[in-house]
């Protein structure tokens, strides 16, 4: 029996699959020998960004409407800011209605929603500070189980803990948590910031995240592995402010993180459009520039370096999320000029390009079939989710790996 194929993108193999998709009607009846179209409506690698922008708005509608059609147009996932200095400068007196409201509007659009991060050294809140360790550990676990229980429906991935490998010997300001991971140690600090957002959210997804990508954060894992954590997915942080570190560097940091048998999630990138740090500067919050300028010599770097990063990622089966930290170089963390739009929020040839992988050459755009005398074709291509559309009527399909055979019944809107 001949069935209509629908040819998969460019995509790698472990990136694809192939069903075969049989129509149905609004009675079950197959459609057969019937002209359908055939367009894939999200991928199941997840494609982020962060989206600061809906937050520091008034509302998010407030938000430069430019640089929200570009966003939506090019990520499916998005990262709020949970820092808790900013959600609770006083305490008992949560500041979460814009986190909130941010969150709404994303899922509304089907954007999936990250709260990134739930414990951390930094930006922890001043009246923190002074409390004797077990209060900053009940304080910890109830901003945890307040702010996820708040977003229960809204936010289903969440950055459980931040750079803990650094936490208990953290000296550029005074806080709770280093105090508290000094104590305790590592191990005990994440189990703690894990079973309380477990507890919140059975069904969230939690990260262990960290930027220091050495043996110590290996050895993070398999210690927290070992005494019983549920980490749902490994966060690695690849911000270049000082260069492109090149396929060969992640590659090997991939491996080396992907033995765990977890899903890597890179939970924040960059890739700078202007002149380079120095490479000698250790922390890059110590880089004080009076202004840091996107040239056309940097953009066409930048555009390079993103897509054979982004292919990096995409080629490695362990990977299962890539989020770039800030669309815009307006707001951009210091003051980089990391964004894939400029200030004005016109596109840098780094947004053309990421674009013209993700929902280009990965992607499906609409493709006439025709179903055979029992109402179906193949389907072959880049996992993720595709709709059917059969005149006036649509159905949803999900295109996932070791799928024999799946039915989908068009109805009209």
């Known amino acids: ?27 079950g009846v197959p459609l057969a ?3 359908v179209a055939v367009a894939q409506s999200r991928h199941a690698f997840a494609f982020g960004c962060t989206a600061f922008e809906l937050v520091e708005a008034d509302e998010p509608d407030a ?7 570009r966003w939506l147009a090019l990520f499916d ?13 006083e305490r008992g007196r949560p500041r979460t209605q814009r986190l909130l409201a941010a969150a709404r509007w994303l899922t509304d659009r089907g954007v999936a929603v990250k709260g990134h991060p739930l414990a951390w050294h930094t930006l922890a809140p001043a009246w923190l500070r002074d409390l004797p360790e077990d209060e900053v550990a009940a304080a910890v676990r109830e901003r945890i189980a307040r702010d996820v229980s708040a977003a229960l429906g809204l936010v289903g991935t969440w950055d459980a803990i931040n750079e803990v490998v650094i936490m208990p010997v953290f000296d550029k300001e005074p806080n709770g948590l280093t105090r508290l991971c000094a104590r305790d140690g590592r191990v005990a600090t994440a189990r703690l910031a894990f079973e309380a ?8 997804t939690l990260l262990l995240n960290d930027f220091d990508l050495s043996a110590d954060y290996e050895r993070l894992v398999e210690d927290c592995l070992a005494a019983g954590v549920r980490i749902d997915a490994i966060g690695l942080q690849t911000h270049m402010h000082q260069g492109y570190r090149g396929e060969e560097w992640t590659r090997g940091v991939l491996d080396r993180f992907a033995r765990f048998g977890l899903p890597l999630h890179l939970t924040e990138t960059t890739l700078v459009s202007g002149d380079l740090m120095p490479p000698e500067i250790e922390d890059l919050n110590d880089w004080q520039v009076p202004s840091w300028p996107s040239t056309p010599e940097g953009e066409a770097r930048q555009a390079d370096e993103l897509v054979r990063h982004y292919r990096t990622l995409f080629g490695h089966p362990a990977v299962q999320a ?6 815009s170089d307006a707001g951009a963390w210091l003051g980089a000029p990391a964004g894939l739009l400029r200030a004005d929020g016109s596109p840098k040839p780094a947004y053309d390009a990421l674009h013209a992988l993700v929902r280009g050459e990965w992607w499906l755009d609409s493709t006439p079939v025709r179903t055979d005398a029992e109402g179906r074709f193949v389907l072959d291509g880049s996992l993720g989710e595709y709709t059917v559309t059969a005149g006036d009527r649509t159905g949803a399909v999900t295109l996932a790996r070791d799928d024999a055979g799946t039915e989908v019944r068009v109805r009209r809107a």
């Open 63 to 69: 938000a430069d409407p430019a640089v929200l059609e």
């Open 77 to 89: 996932t998005a990262t709020l800011p949970y820092y808790w200095a900013q959600v609770e400068p």
């Open 33 to 35: 020998d019937a002209d």
């Open 197 to 204: 957002a477990r507890a919140a959210d059975p069904a969230a």
């Open 322 to 327: 890539a989020t770039y930290w800030g669309i």
């Open 1 to 27: 029996m001949d069935h209509v194929v629908v040819p998969r993108p460019a995509a790698l193999e472990h990136r694809g699959a192939r069903t075969v998709v049989t129509v149905l009607d609004d009675a």
